[in-house]
């Protein structure tokens, strides 16, 4: 899964696979990443608006 | 008593009957749970496994609930992708079966290995040529992929919208889903395609082996086509069978009708591809072996040519023209008979390409060897259903499942 | 020892077993679980979760008697090369717990890394890979009796034969102690060859023109292996899994039990 496992290899076929699984992986942490960060700001944009 | 938490407009059942019925699909639940212990503290022996059954009931399990619930995918594909938008009408309900269809594999997968803790071996020390491989990746992805569809539809339970933090967080799952959906739908043709590979690459069993496509067997490709086919099918008799139970209409009947008809499609079409498949395997592949399609179907207690017939013609060609010709997909028996034939028809397909694989001999001084499954194994295998039917009773009763429910089903005040 | 590969010619350790020799009487079964520390049962009388590395198989050519003849075959891991070592269960297990050795062409399999999914089963053939469905418990004061040199196997892991690869560790050491570069043919030799009493079964590196299994059934490296002795024969030979372990037999029907035909091939 990672390059400093003995297995892995600097080859076409690791770097299709990976690339791919690790294409996904980043995907999915990015965006959610970005939707948390995004919900926090907008709470707190929000609070502040009803404290006015 | 839990009126705060049911969805406003909504009727549901007193909470004492609710609570009833929980208590009595828990009993069931807690067999399985305790067959589940039993295999994990003592070991497969618990099983009817053996050496000629490596994989038996549980692969099974997995690829047909995997399959299953390739309707989470597909529908997804075809609201957020292609833009089949009535379909927003049911795709909550799609990612819940999905999310219970893909927990239930990887549960299952978790039973099925003899070392579990050993498990994070498959991440760590990959081989990535193994179509096993391929599938415990897209499969661990995806399901983090149907766990983020999912839990906007919690946060909009009333009282966790209520918090500022969770409303804003599942408006903004909202608004990226499509993202989401594409990378579902990518990951999800893998791990389809790669649980069909799995049969399909073993050049040491006739009765699976595939020639294919650069490193894919055909059977990658029909299997992903045939998820995305049976698994709105199974989306579609579970609303139905929701429907029933809560004598309420919860969908749309043009919306039941797109998916029909798109899922009738799909069929039609990997039913005609699984056909060209099994004719060229049977005429040129198996031959070259030395063995004749007979010899699968023949000389021993089971698995007769009529399984092949109960795949392809009763439960592939038939539903496929009941759900393409609009006036028989309109009839409601008709309707209902074809998606109950699809699911049926897809189980076959992934029960013959695991448990036959193992029965059929391939030297010729060995026999068929037959097995049925021990009570470990149906209980752990029922484990999964009644799950799915708890999280399902729960999600219907307090979040938002169904977006037309409350037009449908006006309440009187 | 480590030997320098850039000066060694890859090894391709094989083995060939005469059918017609073989009498069926088992002594390469026991060798072999007594050298592996094969775990056993109490009852073994049920075949389909015993685990026998080695597995003798009755044959019979079907006829009635007078006319029937019996045939024992042997069958050890047959170490399969596939395309390229692309055997079966090799390319198809997910954790790298088992490895086709270009140097040896020997199949291992990494007993700590297998993780139980029975993958390699399935995708073997010839049911040479067994899986420990139980702990393996030795009777009291048997465990005296292991073999310092081969690990036993925990419950939850697939198994098989090795062609004894501990004995070609410790051939090699061997070599290196006594101030050898190689190891000679008679140094490295399976526990089942050298318990055979009718000298049935014969070892060596299929790819040194020198060894006896070479000279026995002349591999052709241009079909993959296939023997040119025209009385040899490999198991499953059509399904391309390019094994290592041949057969020798003068009964053409103990050859064609060996494959699969068609009603109308010869």
């Known amino acids: 899964m990672f390059p400093f496992s003995f297995e892995w290899v600097w080859d076409m076929d690791h770097m299709v696979f990976h690339g791919g699984l690790w294409y996904a992986l980043s995907i999915i942490g990015l965006g959610v990443t970005y939707c948390i960060i995004k919900a926090a700001l907008d709470t707190l944009k929000g609070n502040g608006a009803q404290h006015l | ?413 | 020892m480590k030997e320098d590969p850039n000066h060694i010619k890859a090894r391709k350790f094989g083995m060939i077993i005469d059918l017609d020799k073989c009498t069926g009487c088992g002594a390469c079964m026991v060798a072999c679980m007594s050298e592996n520390n094969v775990p056993f049962k109490e009852d073994e009388s049920n075949k389909l979760d015993s685990i026998t590395w080695m597995r003798v198989y009755k044959v019979t050519n079907g006829k009635p008697y007078p006319d029937m003849e019996i045939c024992y075959i042997p069958r050890p891991c047959m170490h399969c090369e596939g395309s390229h070592g692309h055997s079966p269960c090799v390319s198809v297990c997910p954790a790298t717990a088992t490895d086709y050795d270009q140097a040896t062409g020997i199949v291992s399999q990494i007993y700590t890394r297998c993780f139980g999914c029975r993958y390699c089963m399935a995708a073997c053939p010839y049911h040479a890979r067994y899986f420990n469905w139980w702990d393996p418990v030795w009777p009291t004061g048997m465990e005296q009796y292991l073999s310092p040199n081969v690990s036993p196997r925990m419950r939850g892991v697939v198994e098989k034969c090795t062609f004894c690869f501990h004995r070609y560790q410790l051939a090699k050491d061997r070599a290196f102690y006594e101030g050898r570069k190689t190891i000679e043919e008679g140094d490295y030799q399976t526990a089942c060859t050298q318990a055979c009493p009718a000298g049935a079964i014969t070892f060596g590196d299929l790819n040194n023109p020198h060894h006896k299994v070479n000279q026995l059934v002349e591999p052709d490296p241009k079909h993959n292996g296939r023997p040119k002795n025209p009385n040899a024969f490999r198991l499953l030979e059509r399904l391309g899994t390019n094994p290592k372990v041949y057969y020798l037999t003068s009964r053409e029907w103990v050859k064609r039990a060996g494959d699969n035909y068609l009603k109308n091939e010869d």
């Open chain 2, 1 to 413: 008593m839990d009126s705060a938490l049911i969805p406003q407009g909504v009727k549901r059942c007193p909470t004492w009957q609710f609570l009833l019925w929980l208590g009595i699909v828990g009993v069931v639940l807690l067999w399985g749970v305790y067959a589940m212990v039993l295999c994990w503290i003592k070991g497969l022996n618990q099983t009817n496994m053996n050496d000629a059954y490596g994989f038996a009931l549980w692969i099974w399990a997995d690829l047909a609930v995997i399959a299953l619930g390739g309707g989470a995918f597909f529908t997804g594909f075809l609201r957020y992708l292609v833009g089949k938008d009535e379909l927003k009408n049911i795709i909550n309900y799609a990612v819940l079966i999905g999310f219970i269809c893909y927990s239930s594999a990887l549960l299952l997968l978790a039973i099925d290995v003899g070392q579990p803790l050993r498990s994070w071996h498959i991440f760590w020390h990959a081989n990535i040529h193994s179509m096993l491989t391929e599938v415990a990746f897209c499969l661990s992805c995806y399901f983090m992929v149907l766990t983020i569809e999912y839990v906007p539809l919690i946060l909009e339970n009333r009282q966790l919208d209520k918090i500022p933090f969770f409303h804003h967080l599942g408006h903004n799952m909202h608004e990226i889903m499509a993202i989401f959906a594409a990378t579902g739908a990518f990951l999800s043709f893998f791990h389809q395609g790669s649980l069909g590979g799995v049969a399909g690459v073993l050049f040491g069993r006739p009765f699976a082996y595939r020639e294919g496509f650069l490193v894919w067997p055909w059977t990658f490709f029909l299997f992903t086509w045939s998820a995305a086919a049976c698994g709105p099918c199974f989306t579609l008799l579970v609303t139905k069978i929701t429907e029933t139970i809560t004598k309420k209409k919860l969908v749309k009947p043009n919306v039941v009708d797109l998916l029909g008809k798109i899922s009738g499609w799909m069929l039609g079409t990997y039913i005609v591809a699984k056909i060209i498949d099994t004719w060229y395997w049977a005429l040129v592949t198996v031959p070259s072996k030395g063995f004749t399609l007979t010899d699968f179907y023949s000389n021993n207690a089971l698995y007769g040519i009529w399984i092949l017939v109960m795949e392809i013609l009763i439960c592939g060609v038939a539903p496929a023209i009941i759900l393409i010709i609009g006036p028989l997909r309109r009839n409601s028996a008709l309707f209902m008979t074809a998606i109950i034939l699809a699911v049926i028809g897809v189980c076959i397909n992934r029960w013959v390409m695991v448990l036959q694989v193992m029965a059929m001999p391939v030297l010729t001084f060995e026999n068929w060897v037959l097995y049925y499954p021990s009570w470990q194994e149906v209980a752990t295998t029922v484990l999964p259903v009644v799950y799915g039917i708890i999280l399902i009773m729960i999600s219907y009763r307090y979040l938002p499942v169904f977006p037309q429910e409350q037009e449908l089903n006006p309440v009187e005040k």
